[in-house]
């Protein structure tokens, strides 16, 4: 569809030529809606990686201070403009994989693939499971609305198909590693657990590149929206 109409605006012009003005200014409306309430989710999963080194983040006034403040620093930074969103996205994005690159080559000898047959299906929960693979692969959309400003719109399918590759492996390749190195305690799994395998699979410093990428990807996703 953006290769289709190469301009900005993206869903919001589709709908309105497809229906009319009114659902255009509707869906460009819930889809403004749909990015307030998922940016609010961002300051919270830094904190939740954070608190295992800074326990004072953990809850009453730090913790709310703290989530007060990064939410400032971020929509100072959206204030600055599209130039500076768009490359801090792109190098955020290439050094937020770097450790979980450091932890997949750290955790390899430690692989036991048999933990990832150990299944437990009255214990898992289908909705929050959807519901999170719908929230870590959602807002694909949202490039469509910045598509006047692409020199070549029809590079954008590939663009976007290569996209999935890497999103789908950065997903993947961590779970494997993290399930199948360390002993299978699901209650670990938590928000935030990823810094903890991190730590369980190699040192305290990755964990702490773990905990300082997140607060950089929080940045990139809170730029994104």
């Not at 009319?20 to 460009?28: A, K, L, P, R, T």
């Not at 989710?41 to 989530?67: E, N, Q, W």
């Not at 100072?76 to 770097?98: D, F, M, Q």
């Not at 999103?167 to 670990?188: E, S």
């Amino acid at each position: 569809m953006g290769t289709m109409f190469p301009e900005d605006g993206g869903y919001v012009i589709w709908v309105s030529l497809a229906l009319c003005e009114y659902w255009g200014f509707q869906i460009g409306w819930m889809k403004w809606l749909s990015g307030v309430i998922d940016n609010a989710l961002h300051p919270v999963m830094f904190l939740d990686y954070v608190k295992s080194t800074i326990p004072t983040l953990s809850s009453g006034l730090p913790r709310v201070g703290a989530m007060l403040g990064l939410t400032a620093t971020l929509t100072y930074i959206n204030y600055r403009g599209l130039t500076i969103v768009g490359w801090a996205a792109v190098l955020l994005g290439v050094l937020s994989l770097l450790p979980f690159n450091f932890v997949v080559l750290i955790a390899i000898p430690k692989l036991r693939p048999k933990r990832w047959l150990v299944v437990d299906l009255h214990s898992v929960d289908l909705n929050l499971f959807i519901n999170t693979l719908f929230w870590n692969l959602n807002y694909w959309d949202g490039i469509s609305t910045l598509t006047g400003e692409i020199e070549n719109p029809k590079t954008l399918p590939k663009a976007l198909f290569y996209a999935l590759i890497v999103v789908v492996n950065g997903y993947c390749f961590p779970i494997l590693i993290g399930t199948g190195a360390i002993p299978l305690k699901r209650d670990l799994w938590t928000d935030g657990c990823f810094s903890d395998v991190a730590k369980w699979v190699g040192r305290v410093w990755l964990r702490v590149w773990i905990q300082v990428v997140a607060a950089m990807s929080t940045i990139g996703m809170f730029d994104e929206q």
